[in-house]
């Protein structure tokens, strides 16, 4: 079983920056992509992008690159995503998720979520 919490999220003015960490347990970490997704209210969970833990291509949604920047610290069980020029749009939930495949595109497809941290991107 993979344990994710995700943290860094808050209050921030548009144009700003902000990193977000996603802290990994259990399971076999080797094995396993990890990826970003958000909600905006009232819509699905859309993905920005994913890596994988073991090393190799980080890829992305088309409307999130540039912006959003995904790495890892396989040494403290991390993955973070680094926001910047961020606009009142991209308020929402932030949620990571695991899977045992990499490439995956869609909410569903992942098996392991954290409970999602807040981002309000102030105008």
């Known amino acids: 079983q993979v344990h994710l919490m995700e943290s860094g999220g808050g209050l921030v003015q548009a144009g700003g920056s902000l990193r977000l960490s996603c802290a990994i347990s259990?399971?076999?970490?080797?094995?396993?992509?990890v990826a970003w997704f958000r909600q905006l209210p009232l819509a699905e969970r859309a993905f920005i992008g994913a890596?994988?833990?073991?090393?190799?291509?980080?890829y992305y949604s088309d409307s999130m690159k540039g912006r959003f920047t995904i790495s890892r610290d396989n040494a403290k069980n991390m993955v973070y995503l680094e926001m910047n020029n961020l606009r009142f749009e991209d308020t929402a939930v932030y949620y990571c998720?695991?899977?045992?495949?990499?490439?995956?595109?869609?909410?569903?497809?992942?098996?392991?979520w954290g409970q999602g941290t807040q981002v309000t991107v102030s105008s």
């Open positions: 259990g399971g076999n970490s080797n094995n396993y992509a």
């Open positions: 890596i994988r833990w073991a090393g190799g291509p980080t």
């Open positions: 998720a695991a899977d045992q495949d990499f490439g995956l595109w869609l909410s569903h497809e992942y098996h392991y």
